[in-house]
């Protein structure tokens, strides 16, 4: 009897002591990158508002860009931002907008923060009702990123939040980031990368560097 008893109280013991949930993390990283997928109509005063970021800091990360002042469509551009941990439980950064007439949820997150993140995401962290936003009222905008994991390689210090595409598959952002496909598919083992949507995690080398051939999609 004695010993089974001792069992109960032990399994007992562990459950209380394991209730308060293991933190998924700690602390997050001074840097990430967002791909930012230049939209019709944007520019990089824009840009560098959204993602509150000077001009000159983020173009250091990028091959330089031949007009500045007439972006071409198509082309991302790489803008560091700081990755925390939130609550514990997931890395990301909250970025703050400020709401303009005519601006929703859906046009924050697809197009000012160009699918960096989506409207049920940018919805979770505000207590505004989807259709009822006043104007002029700042929200919250979580854009996920991810921090250096040794257990998985050494070889990478820094990680770009890039959303997808309609059109790209494994093998087409294998080509445009200069990665294998078996590195891609380590950092992102549930990822779809033909989905057409959703974020993917690209693993770049350390800092000052030049991402090669990541300038355009
Ligand atoms: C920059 O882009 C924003 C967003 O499209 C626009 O509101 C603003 O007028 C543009 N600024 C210039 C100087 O083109
Ligand atoms: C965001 O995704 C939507 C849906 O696929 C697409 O229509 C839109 O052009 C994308 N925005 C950017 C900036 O890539
Ligand atoms: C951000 O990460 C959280 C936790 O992994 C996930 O639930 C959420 O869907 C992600 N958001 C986006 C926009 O990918
Ligand atoms: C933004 O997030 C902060 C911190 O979680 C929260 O206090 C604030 O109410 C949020 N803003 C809105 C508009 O919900
Ligand atoms: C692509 O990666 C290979 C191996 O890492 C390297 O030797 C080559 O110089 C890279 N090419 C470009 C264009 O970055
Ligand atoms: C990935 O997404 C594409 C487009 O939605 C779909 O056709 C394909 O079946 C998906 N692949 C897997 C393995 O789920």
């Known amino acids: 009897m004695f010993p089974s008893k001792l069992g109960l109280f032990a399994i007992i013991i562990s459950i209380f002591l394991c209730v308060p949930v293991e933190p998924k993390c700690s602390k997050g990283c001074d840097l990430a990158l967002a791909s930012y997928y230049v939209w019709a109509g944007v520019n990089l005063t824009f840009m560098s508002e959204v993602m509150s970021d000077s001009i000159s800091d983020f173009l250091s990360y990028n091959p330089p860009i031949p007009d500045q002042d007439s972006l071409q469509a198509d082309m991302r551009i790489n803008i560091p931002f700081p990755c925390d941990c939130i609550n514990g439980d997931f890395f990301a950064h909250v970025f703050k907008y400020r709401m303009r007439v005519g601006d929703t949820y859906e046009k924050v997150a697809g197009t000012y923060y160009a699918n960096l993140t989506t409207t049920e995401w940018?919805?979770?962290?505000?207590?505004?009702?989807?259709?009822?936003?006043?104007?002029?009222?700042?929200?919250?905008?979580?854009?996920?990123?991810?921090?250096?994991?040794?257990?998985?390689?050494?070889?990478?210090?820094?990680?770009?939040?890039?959303?997808?595409?309609?059109?790209?598959?494994?093998?087409?952002?294998?080509?445009?980031?200069?990665?294998?496909?078996?590195?891609?598919?380590?950092?992102?083992?549930?990822?779809?990368?033909?989905?057409?949507?959703?974020?993917?995690?690209?693993?770049?080398k350390g800092e000052g560097f030049v991402l090669v051939g990541m300038g355009k999609f």
């Open 122 to 204: 940018v919805q979770k962290f505000n207590s505004y009702d989807l259709n009822r936003i006043p104007d002029g009222v700042q929200i919250n905008v979580t854009v996920n990123c991810s921090c250096r994991d040794s257990s998985v390689s050494k070889d990478y210090g820094l990680f770009v939040t890039y959303p997808l595409r309609p059109g790209q598959t494994l093998d087409s952002v294998a080509t445009e980031t200069n990665l294998t496909t078996a590195v891609l598919k380590s950092y992102n083992p549930n990822a779809n990368f033909s989905a057409g949507s959703g974020l993917v995690y690209i693993p770049t």
